[in-house]
Nanobody, 120 residues
Framework: EVQLQASGGGLVQAGGSLRLSCVASGFTFDEFAIGWFRQAPGLEREGVSCISGDDGRIYYYSESVKGRFTISSDNAKNTVYLQMNNLKPEDTAVYYC????????????WGQGTLVTVSS
């Protein structure tokens, strides 16, 4: 059974930082692209960042997070991280871990989501 356990969300002031973690199980980590989507109230779910579980190649960052967020992976722990710095109120959303992550319509598995709230 594929499981994606996301954690690390919370309430932070604008300009602050959070690190999200996604622990994956039930599949071969290095055979898939694993990443993060987010969904703000009233908006569609959008891709944030995506990394290769094989070689750590980063496929994309959304334009809105480039230069502030960093995705990384630890294959020994089957874990993908999203370091979020200089957070803005518009980053407020539920963040979902997803496999694969290149395009939303081709995601096969979603994690349960972790809420990030950025206060101004």
């Amino acid at each position: 059974e594929v499981q994606l356990q996301a954690s690390g969300g919370g309430l932070v002031q604008a300009g602050g930082s959070l690190r999200l973690s996604c622990v994956a199980s039930g599949f071969t980590f290095d055979e898939f692209a694993i990443g993060w989507f987010r969904q703000a109230p009233g908006l569609e779910r959008e891709g944030v960042s995506c990394i290769s579980g094989d070689d750590g190649r980063i496929y994309y960052y959304s334009e809105s997070v480039k230069g502030r967020f960093t995705i990384s992976s630890d294959n020994a722990k089957n874990t993908v991280y999203l370091q979020m710095n200089n957070l803005k109120p518009e980053d407020t959303a539920v963040y979902y871990c997803a496999v694969p992550c290149l395009e939303r319509e081709y995601v096969d598995y979603w994690g349960q989501g972790t809420l990030v709230t950025v206060s101004s």
